[in-house]
């Protein structure tokens, strides 16, 4: 399993938002990639999701769906309907895991759907393969 950052790719620079109601989940992912040097940042809701991506774009976000108030469908759905936004890499993390939820996160936009409980190598795997075609991405645009 490939979970190495291409050459060349400033890590330091990068940003990740991970956004989950449960602080414990929190901890989790931030130690499952804690062998990263990017900033992670956090949100604990939808609308804070939103607040902090307004305030400042990230590289990535990972994403819970079942949150009060604003879910994480609604927050795909307001984030792919901005063209500041529409580009941002999306990673669902969460317990929802019928057919039908995976479902309706790819056609939202979802890049990548993973299911809790989270496997920590399958986590690591999904955000280096997003940043990875992020970078390759710009480099194309020039």
């Given amino acids: 399993?490939?979970?190495l950052i291409t050459p060349g790719i400033d890590v330091d620079s990068l940003s990740v938002l991970v956004v989950d109601d449960v602080p414990l989940n929190i901890l989790l992912i931030k130690k499952m990639l804690s062998q990263y040097t990017f900033e992670i940042r956090t949100a604990n809701g939808g609308q804070?999701?939103?607040?902090a991506i307004a305030q400042r774009k990230p590289d990535l976000l990972l994403l819970d769906l079942m949150m009060p108030g604003i879910d994480g469908f609604e927050v795909i759905r307001r984030l792919r309907s901005s063209d500041d936004t529409k580009d941002l890499p999306i990673i669902i993390l969460s317990a929802l895991n019928s057919e039908q939820?995976?479902?309706?996160?790819?056609?939202?936009?979802?890049?990548?759907f993973i299911n809790k409980p989270i496997i920590m190598e399958k986590l690591i795997n999904s955000v280096t393969t997003q940043i990875n075609l992020q970078e390759?991405?710009?480099?194309?645009q020039g």
């Fill in 101 to 112: 939820d995976i479902s309706k996160g790819f056609q939202l936009g979802a890049n990548d």
């Fill in 136 to 140: 390759a991405k710009r480099k194309l």
């Fill in 48 to 51: 804070a999701a939103l607040d």
């Fill in 1 to 3: 399993m490939n979970n």
